[in-house]
């Protein structure tokens, strides 16, 4: 069976897509860091915090991987001269993606913890992709979103 090459307007367009889905991923990210901020500055009672640490490696890492194969389609020479600088730094550029996600979520917990709200562990949730975290200004409000969490389950 003979070996097909993809069609060149089919990768482009996928490699096209795969980025702009990374950089809409990447913009949920920020829109988080400026409700929080501006959440900050309202005193309001509940902040609701999506941790995506691991996020970072998929909205910055796949866009560069993807450019990969089109570094080795056109310069060549370049990547079988520099090959092991370039594995090298794409080992650190991934351990510095993942420190950066961590980094940036505990420097948001920290601000928000700083400004005077608690952890309200009951009424934070997991799900497949993320953590959200829930801070509120006393205990009482979190009782009170606790109970109103268990009311709803029912």
């Avoid at 089919?10 to 889905?21: E, P």
């Avoid at 500055?41 to 560069?64: C, E, L, N, T, Y």
């Avoid at 980094?103 to 993320?130: D, H, M, P, Q």
Wanted: contains cysteine; charged residues 20%; positive net charge.
């Amino acid at each position: 069976m003979e070996h097909k090459p993809l069609n060149k307007k089919f990768a482009i367009t996928f490699l096209l897509v795969i980025n702009l889905l990374c950089l809409w991923v990447f913009w949920i990210g920020l829109s988080d860091v400026i409700e929080v901020n501006a959440l900050l500055q309202g005193r309001v009672d509940v902040i609701r915090v999506g941790s995506r640490a691991g996020f970072f490696v998929v909205v910055i890492g796949v866009p560069i991987l993807c450019l990969l194969p089109v570094a080795e389609r056109f310069w060549t020479d370049f990547v079988k001269k520099h090959g092991k600088i370039i594995t090298q730094g794409a080992i650190v550029g991934v351990v510095a993606l993942l420190a950066a996600g961590f980094l940036g979520s505990f420097w948001i917990r920290t601000r928000v913890e700083k400004a005077g709200y608690n952890n309200c562990r009951n009424a934070s949730g997991i799900s497949a992709l993320s953590r959200t975290l829930v801070y509120t200004r006393n205990t009482k409000i979190c009782e009170e979103l606790v109970e109103a969490e268990i009311k709803k389950q029912k």
